[in-house]
C-alpha cells in the first residue's frame, strides 16, 4: 500500500526547477521502534541567494511483526484492529511545524465470547479458539508526505551551519468495537528517509538572462 499526502506543494515544486535554484538534502533511518537525529546543512551553505521556500519530504515503510488478538469479554462481535508505525518529526535547533505519519494496516475481525474462561472477562490471553485471530504481518507498507513549509518557518533554514531534526518511530497499535479484546505482538522492522529542498531566488543576472531567452523563443514562434 502506498499513499501520498501533498500540502499545497505539487504546482509550486512543478515549477521549482524552472523558476528557483534548488538544493536536496536526503538522510536514512531505520530500526525498530527509536529515536534518531538527522544532520542537515543549512541554506546558505549551498547557494549566496535568498531562501524562498523549505519543502519537506518524509517517507515511512513498515515490515514484519506478529500479533495475535484475544477476546476475553464475556459478549463476542466485530473489531477493527489498526497497526503499524508512526514516525513523528522535531527538533531542538530549529522550529518547525509538527509532522506525523503513519504506515499501517487495518483488518476487521469477529470474535467470539471469551471461550477459557466461560465469558467471565478474565484477562487471560489465551491462543487459539474462535475468540482468537492472527493478524497477518506488514508486507512493505509505505506512506509519504510532503509538505511545503509556511514562509514563517522560512528563516529557521537560513545562514551557515547545521541543524539536528530528530525521527521518533513508534509502533501504533488500536483496537476499535470490543472493550475486554488483549493482544500480544512483536515490534515490526521500520525504514524511511527525510528530505529537505531549498528553493532559492534566482541571482538577478539569470533571471534576466531567463527572460531575454523565453523573449527570443517567443519570438522564433511567432516568426515560424
Not at 501520498?4 to 536536496?24: C, P, T
Not at 478474565?122 to 504481518?137: C, K, M, N, R
Amino acid at each position: 500500500m502506498k499513499t501520498i499526502a501533498a500540502v499545497a506543494v505539487l504546482g509550486f515544486a512543478s515549477a521549482a526547477s524552472a523558476n528557483f535554484e534548488m538544493a536536496m538534502q536526503t538522510r536514512d533511518f531505520a530500526g525498530g521502534q527509536f529515536t534518531q537525529d538527522l544532520t542537515f546543512q543549512r541554506a546558505g551553505e549551498f547557494f549566496d541567494l535568498p531562501l524562498k521556500g523549505v519543502i519537506i519530504e518524509l517517507e515511512l515503510t513498515a515490515n514484519g511483526g506478529e500479533f495475535a488478538i484475544d477476546n476475553d469479554g464475556a459478549t463476542g462481535g466485530s473489531v477493527e484492529v489498526t497497526y503499524g508505525a508512526e514516525a513523528g518529526l522535531s527538533s531542538a535547533d530549529i522550529i518547525i511545524p509538527a509532522l506525523n505519519l503513519n504506515a499501517d494496516s487495518t483488518d476487521i475481525f469477529n470474535l467470539d465470547a471469551d471461550d477459557e474462561q466461560g465469558g467471565m472477562g478474565a484477562p487471560v490471553f489465551d491462543a487459539g479458539g474462535p475468540d482468537f485471530a492472527t493478524l497477518p504481518p506488514l508486507d512493505n507498507v509505505m506512506e509519504m508526505l510532503m509538505q511545503s513549509l509556511a514562509p514563517a518557518f522560512i528563516p529557521e533554514f537560513e545562514g551557515l551551519g547545521e541543524f539536528d531534526i530528530t525521527v521518533e518511530v513508534d509502533q501504533d497499535f488500536d483496537i476499535d468495537g470490543l472493550g475486554a479484546v488483549a493482544f500480544s505482538g512483536s515490534l515490526l522492522q521500520t525504514e524511511g528517509t527525510l528530505k529537505i529542498t531549498y528553493l532559492y531566488a534566482p541571482a538577478p543576472g539569470a533571471a534576466a538572462l531567463a527572460g531575454i531567452a523565453g523573449f527570443a523563443g517567443l519570438r522564433r514562434r511567432r516568426n515560424a
